[in-house]
C-alpha cells in the first residue's frame, strides 16, 4: 500500500493501529491483555496483508504466556522479562502497570493509543505520528496520574519514549556513534551481541561518548543496499537505549529521557511526556538512510532549513581569552576582505574572564577588552556587511564571578557533597525557575542591546553532585534543566526572529534532534584537524545534515593533533558542511588569504548543493573518502574528495558515482570534458588528486540536457 500522503489509522476489526508513510509502513496490535504489541515494520502492506501476519513472537518468551509479542513499551508486569520502557510504583508498594486499551484518537497523521491500568489511577497514551513526505515515524509517551490525593503520588522509575522491534533477521548488527572531546560521533558497526547493550549518558547532556541514534540491519546492508532499521532520540540531556537481542531471533530497544536510577513523582493531577524517539526503515542501505533523516530534519525539525548557512568567522583559535576591540576590529577585516558574512566573537569578552578560571555567568562586557561596550565591534562588523555573533555559555558559572558570589544557591550541589569543578566551573540549576528566568532576561537584553545575530551557546561540562537542596523530587532537575534550555531558546527566536543559534557543548556535545529544533546548527568537535574531521564528519552525517554541520579551516600545525596539512586540504574537508574560518588571519600569509578567498567563493557556489542537495558518501581505493552532494533535480553536483596519505605506485583509481542517472550526461564544469551517467556509475570518474600526502579535490558536474 504505497501511501503518497502519510496515514494514520486504527481497525478496530483487527485490532490493528496502521501508520503508513511514502516507503514504509507500522502496524502495532493490541494484545489479549490490553498491552499494544509490535506487529510490523517495513516495506509497505495493505491492511489485508497486515491482518494476514502472526503475532511477531519470539521462542524465547515466556511459552505458558498466550500473547508474547514484543510490547511497544514494556509496563513490568506479567511474564515479561527484558528491560521495562514503564517502570513507576503506587504508593501501596505494586509496581507496574497493567493496561487495559481504552480507545484511540486520529487526528491527521497523529495516533494515540489510550491505556489505563486496571486497579490504579494510572493512564497513558502512546503516540505516533507521521509527516508529509517523510519515512520517519514519530513517537513518545504521555502519562498520568489520574486520581485525587486520596491516592497518594505514583513514582516513576522510568518513563521511555517508545520501544521499538526489528523484524526476525539472519543475524543483527548495531550502529552507532561513539567517542570523547575531540573525537565525537566515531561510527561503530558491530554484531550485536545476544544481550542487553546499554547506550546512555549520565551527564545531563547528550554528550561526546554516545549519540542517542542507532541504526540496526541484519550485517550485510551496505551504503547502497540492504534493509536498515534506525532511530533518533530528541533529546539534550541524560538518556539511555537499551538493545536487548534474545537468543532466537528478536532484538528490541527502547529509550527515552534519563540514566538509571532517577525516579519522579508524578502528583493526582500530574502529567509527563516524554520527548519523540523517532525511527526510520529504508530498504535502500545506510545511504539512503542518512538521506532520509536528513530530508526528515529539514522538512520537519530545523527552525529554518531553506536559509542558507553563513560562512563564518570564529575568533577563538586565533585569540583564545587574548581579546582587545583592535584585534577584534583587525580580524573582522580581514574576515570580510575574505567573503565571510559572520563574524563571532566567542568567549573571553564578558565580566573577569581573562582566562576560564573567572567570570562565568557575569554577561556584560569586559571593561578591559571592550571599554565602551560590544557595540562599537558590532557596529563595525555590521559595517563590513556582515552579522555578529556571540558566544555564550548560559548554563555555566565561575565559582569567581559575582553571579555565584550573589547566588550560591543557584548551582547543582548536594549540600552535603564537595561541589566538584570541571574546566573550573559549576552547572547552574536551569530547572530554578527564577534561574531560568534569569538566563532568559540576560540573554534577550544582550541580544536586543547589542544587536547580536547569532549566539553560539556553549555548554562546556558535565553535570556532577546532582541535587536540589530542599526540593521534594530532585531528580526533576534532570528533565526540566533541558527542557528549559529548550524553553529559552525557543522563546529568544519567538522574541527575535532573525537570530539565528549555534549548539556547542565543549564541541559536538550536546547534538540531537531536540536541540536541532531550536537551532540552525551545531559545532561539531573543538577538533579542527582535517584527517581527523574526515571520520567525525562521516559519523555525524549518519544522522544529521551537512548544512548543520560547523567546519572551521583553522591554522597549522593544528592545535588538536599537531599535524600541518595544506590549505586547500583543510577547506575541502570544511567546504563539507557549514564553511568556517578559525585560524589567526593576521597570520596568514597574501598568498595564502588569497587562496583562502578563492576557495571561500567556490563554496558559496555550491553552497547550495551542501546545504540543500542529497548527500552521498563514497569510499574509493587506496584510501580515498568523498562526500557527493547532489541537486534535487539532478541538475549540478559537486563531489569533494580527499586522500590523505598516498603510496608509492598507487595512482588513485577512478571513483564511481552511484548516485548518477544512467542516461544523462555530466560536463565536468572545471575540466571541460563530459562523460555518459553510465560511465561514472560504473567505470567512475578520474581523480585530479595532487601528488603527496594530504590530497584533496573539488569536482562539479552539471547536467546535460
Ligand atoms: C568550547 C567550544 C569552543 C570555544 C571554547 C571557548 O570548547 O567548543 O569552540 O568556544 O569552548 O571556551
Redesign the pocket.
Given at each position: 500500500m504505497p501511501a503518497t500522503r502519510p496515514t494514520a489509522f486504527f481497525d478496530p476489526g483487527s485490532g490493528l493501529a496502521v501508520l503508513s508513510t511514502p516507503h514504509s509502513c507500522y502496524a502495532v496490535r493490541i494484545g489479549t491483555d490490553g498491552s499494544p504489541r509490535h506487529h510490523y515494520w517495513g516495506t509497505p502492506l495493505d491492511l489485508a496483508e497486515l491482518s494476514g501476519l502472526p503475532p511477531a513472537v519470539s521462542p524465547a518468551d515466556s511459552s505458558f504466556e498466550a500473547d508474547a509479542a514484543a510490547d511497544e513499551l514494556a509496563p513490568q508486569t506479567g511474564a515479561r522479562f527484558g528491560p521495562a520502557g514503564l517502570q513507576v510504583r503506587f504508593a501501596d508498594g505494586t509496581r507496574g502497570a497493567q493496561w487495559r486499551f481504552t480507545g484511540h484518537t486520529v487526528d491527521g497523521g497523529e495516533l494515540r493509543l489510550h491505556l489505563s491500568d486496571r486497579h490504579y489511577p494510572l493512564a497513558a497514551d502512546l503516540c505516533y505520528r507521521v509527516r508529509a513526505g517523510s519515512d520517519v515515524i514519530e513517537r513518545w509517551t504521555e502519562l498520568t496520574h489520574t486520581g485525587g490525593p486520596a491516592d497518594g503520588p505514583i513514582t516513576v522509575d522510568r518513563l521511555d519514549s517508545a520501544s521499538w522491534t526489528a523484524p526476525r533477521l539472519a543475524d543483527y548488527r548495531l550502529s552507532h556513534l561513539v567517542g570523547g572531546?575531540n573525537s565525537e560521533f566515531q561510527l561503530q558497526r558491530d554484531r550485536l551481541p545476544i544481550a542487553e547493550t546499554v547506550l546512555t549518558s549520565r551527564r545531563g547532556i547528550t554528550s561526546h561518548h554516545a549519540n542517542p541514534w542507532l541504526a540496526v540491519d541484519d550485517g550485510t546492508a551496505t551504503e547502497e543496499h540492504g534493509e536498515v532499521w534506525s532511530t533518533a532520540l530528541a533529546w539534550s540531556g541524560s538518556w539511555r537505549i537499551t538493545v536487548h537481542r534474545d537468543p532466537v531471533g528478536r532484538t528490541t530497544w527502547t529509550g527515552g529521557f534519563g540514566h538509571e536510577g532517577l525516579h519522579w513523582t508524578l502528583r493526582p493531577g500530574e502529567a509527563l511526556t516524554t520527548p519523540v524517539f523517532a525511527g526510520l526503515y529504508t530498504p535502500h542501505g545506510f545511504g539512503a538512510a542518512s538521506r532520509a533523516w536528513h530530508d526528515h530534519i529539514r522538512g520537519h525539525v530545523l527552525p529554518q532549513p531553506r536559509r542558507d548557512r553563513p560562512v563564518v568567522y570564529?575568533s577563538?583559535?586565533a585569540t583564545?581569552?587574548d581579546i582587545d576591540l583592535a584585534g577584534q576590529f583587525r580580524l573582522a577585516e580581514l574576515a570580510a576582505r575574505l567573503g565571510t558574512e559572520l563574524f563571532v566573537l566567542?568567549?573571553?569578552w564578558f565580566g573577569a574572564r581573562s582566562s576560564?578560571r573567572a567570570g562565568l555567568g557575569d554577561w556584560s562586557p569586559r571593561r578591559e577588552a571592550f571599554p565602551d561596550g560590544l557595540r562599537p565591534l558590532a557596529d563595525h562588523v555590521h559595517r563590513l556587511g556582515m552579522d555578529f555573533g556571540v558566544?555564550v555559555?548560559p548554563e555555566m558559572v565561575n565559582a569567581d564571578s559575582d553571579l555565584f558570589r550573589a547566588h550560591p544557591e543557584w548551582v547543582l550541589h548536594a549540600p552535603t557533597r564537595e561541589a566538584t569543578e570541571l574546566?573550573n566551573q559549576l552547572v547552574l540549576n536551569f530547572a530554578h525557575p527564577e534561574v531560568e528566568a534569569w538566563a532568559q532576561l540576560t540573554l534577550d537584553r544582550l541580544v536586543r542591546e547589542n544587536g547580536v545575530d547569532w549566539l553560539?551557546w556553549?555548554a562546556?561540562r558535565a553535570f556532577t553532585d546532582v541535587g536540589w537542596a530542599g526540593h521534594p523530587d530532585p531528580d526533576r532537575l534532570w528533565i526540566d534543566h533541558t527542557r528549559a534550555v529548550h524553553r529559552i531558546m525557543d522563546r529568544l527566536r519567538d522574541d527575535h526572529p532573525s537570530l539565528r543559534i549555534e549548539a556547542?557543548?565543549?564541541?559536538?556535545?550536546r547534538v540531537d534532534l531536540g536541540m536541532l529544533a531550536r537551532t540552525d546548527q551545531a559545532?561539531t568537535?573543538?577538533n579542527t584537524d582535517p584527517v581527523d574531521r574526515i571520520g567525525i564528519q562521516h559519523g555525524y552525517s549518519q544522522l544529521f545534515p551537512a548544512q548543520t554541520m560547523a567546519a572551521w579551516v583553522t591554522d597549522c600545525p593544528n592545535a588538536a593533533t599537531g599535524r600541518t596539512t595544506p590549505l586547500r586540504f583543510r577547506f575541502h574537508v570544511a567546504m563539507a558542511g557549514a564553511l568556517g574560518l578559525?585560524g589567526d588571519l593576521a597570520r596568514w600569509s597574501s598568498e595564502e588569504l588569497r587562496e583562502a578567498a578563492d576557495l571561500v567563493a567556490r563554496y558559496k557556489a555550491i553552497r547550495p548543493l551542501v546545504q540543500h542537495g542529497h548527500q552521498h558518501r563514497l569510499t574509493g581505493q587506496d584510501g580515498v573518502s568523498a562526500v557527493h552532494y547532489a541537486a534535487d533535480d539532478d541538475t549540478a553536483h559537486a563531489l569533494l574528495v580527499w586522500r590523505p596519505t598516498t603510496r608509492f605506485g598507487h595512482r588513485p583509481a577512478a571513483l564511481r558515482l552511484p548516485a548518477l542517472d544512467p542516461d544523462a550526461r555530466y560536463l565536468d564544469v572545471d575540466s571541460g570534458r563530459t562523460h555518459s551517467g553510465t560511465t561514472l556509475r560504473h567505470c567512475g570518474i578520474d581523480l585530479p588528486l595532487p601528488a603527496g600526502d594530504y590530497a584533496s579535490c573539488l569536482i562539479r558536474l552539471a547536467r546535460l540536457d
Open positions: 572531546w570564529n577563538w583559535e583564545h581569552f566567542d568567549d573571553g576560564d558566544w555559555e574546566r553560539k556553549d562546556n556547542c557543548a565543549g564541541g559536538g556535545g559545532w568537535s573543538d578559525g
